[in-house]
Nanobody, 122 residues
Framework: QVQLVESGGGLVQAGGSLRLSCAASGRTFRNYVMGWFRQAPGKDREFVARITWSGDYTYYTDSVKGRFTISRDNAKNTVYLQMNSLKPEDTAVYYC???????????????WGQGTQVTVSS
């Protein structure tokens, strides 16, 4: 089992920044691909970004490229999502997830956090 706890969400004005953190405990964190997903009200959960276990490869959905950065610190068992130039359409609950396959598909991630709310005002 891996337990994931997100933090860092909040209310921010458009153009602002937030950094989300996801702290992991349990089984060896460094073995897992880590991803961030988000779900806006009335919409399906969507992929945002992912990072390999070593941190040497990252992948983003097109709508956040150039604005969001995913990173991880395996010594701290933590993955981050730095979000800059935030837009109202980024408003959602953000979830971190751990899996063994590098993919954008949520069904391949085994462990999920409880989510953290990000609200971007216009």
């Amino acid at each position: 089992q891996v337990q994931l706890v997100e933090s860092g969400g909040g209310l921010v004005q458009a153009g602002g920044s937030l950094r989300l953190s996801c702290a992991a405990s349990g089984r060896t964190f460094r073995n897992y691909v880590m991803g961030w997903f988000r779900q806006a009200p009335g919409k399906d959960r969507e992929f945002v970004a992912r990072i390999t276990w070593s941190g040497d490869y990252t992948y983003y959905t097109d709508s956040v490229k150039g604005r969001f950065t995913i990173s991880r610190d395996n010594a701290k068992n933590t993955v981050y999502l730095q979000m800059n130039s935030l837009k109202p359409e980024d408003t959602a609950v953000y979830y971190c997830a751990a899996g063994s396959v590098g993919t954008t598909l949520s069904q391949y991630y085994y462990y999920w956090g409880q989510g953290t709310q990000v609200t971007v005002s216009s």
